[in-house]
């Protein structure tokens, strides 16, 4: 009876697995990778700070804005959601807590926007 049930439990783990239920916590990228490509976006769009104090990543939910690549340009409106390592890159800057966040798409590692402390 034990190895049965077992049994039944590395199948439902399978079948679990297969069907791509419980991908959730399961990421295409690591966070070390979110925050090189989050660095290599701003240095290539010229917003990289000469100084950064410190770097946070987190898992979080961030708007496919666009930002650093429409910089200067009116906001999209009502940008779309998803899931996505959020990168923030602390520097020495006019306010305390000083920041610039880069949105990284979890799965396709693409910079999908952002946002700075004004």
């Not at 990421?27 to 990778?33: D, F, N, P, W």
């Not at 899931?83 to 949105?103: A, D, K, M, N, Q």
């Not at 590692?109 to 004004?118: C, P």
């Amino acid at each position: 009876m034990r190895r049965a049930f077992s049994l039944l439990i590395a199948l439902a783990i399978a079948a679990t697995t297969l069907s791509g239920c419980g991908k959730q916590g399961t990421t295409g990228i690591t966070k070390e990778q979110a925050a090189r490509t989050a660095e290599e976006h701003l240095r290539r769009y010229g917003h990289y700070p000469p100084v950064v104090v410190r770097v946070e990543v987190e898992e979080g939910e961030g708007e496919a804005n666009r930002y650093w690549e429409r910089f200067g340009e009116p906001p999209i409106e009502s940008p779309p959601k998803q899931r996505c390592w959020i990168v923030r890159f602390y520097y020495p800057g006019p306010c305390e807590g000083s920041h610039l966040t880069v949105y990284v798409d979890k799965e396709s590692s693409e910079v999908i926007g952002g946002t700075q402390t004004r």
